[in-house]
């Protein structure tokens, strides 16, 4: 999920090492690290890594007593989470506060659109996958386009076939795997109007979370950093009743806490 730079600004991201192997020791040593390096820490977890690794990284936080680790795991394919996690280390060099700045990450959520290209969905259980596109699954040569993200949507690969996609300006980026195709950049790209396109490596996670190795991946989303500044910094900020750290949202990032019930937004009923 550590994605190259995107300008000589993004901050490196710091890749943890085998958290459901190494042991506990190293594990509270590493994030204590970090913590003294920077003050505070956003882990970013694909639903997709091990359950060995997310009880890990709940048993570190918790024997740390630390309010400065932010963990976050959206319900995103693993390219459109590295994504992200880099748009996260380009605005990490400008000046918002750790807790705006983790929490900036669920609003950054909303303006990528995630999928993929594949080559069976008999093992997708990520999006709703109908007993007709099962059964057109085990049909050689079969091919889906599938976007998990923002709306589930499953297409069979026939002519005209097509997701929906952003209605604001995107560049897109891909990573290959076991399946031959150009319509993702042939057809895709251009019927989705992205600005840009970019190759990176099929991150580990990705044939876990799409239940094939058969598939080509893509993510669209905002590469401009001054817009995404400009996205983040035009939400109110709260400061968080039990911690006193900044946010955005309705609930603190870092040590959970949500606002009173007098303070929460009255709701129709």
Known sequence: MALPAQDERTVPAVVLGDLGQESLDLSLADLQTLIDQHGHVVVVCSQAAPRAVV????????????DRIALFSPELPPLGLAVLARQLRQLASCDLSPGVLAS????????????????SV??????????????????????????????PQLVRMVPGAMLAGPEFGTSMLVAKGQLQSDWVTGTLAPSWRAQGLREAALPAESATWWGTSKLIEFCAYLP????????????????CHWCGIDVIGDRCVFCSATPPAHEQPARAG
């Open 224 to 239: 401009d950093l001054s817009v995404l500044y400009q996205l983040v910094t035009s939400v109110r900020q709260n400061s």
């Open 55 to 66: 009880q890990r990284l709940r048993t570190v936080r918790s024997l740390l007593e630390s």
């Open 122 to 151: 008999a093992k997708l259980d990520r999006i709703p996958v109908d007993l007709k596109s099962h059964a057109k699954s085990w049909v050689p040569g079969s091919q889906f386009g599938v976007l998990a993200h923002p709306a």
């Open 104 to 119: 900036a990450g669920r609003l950054l959520t909303h303006y990528i659109h995630a999928g993929a290209l594949l080559g």
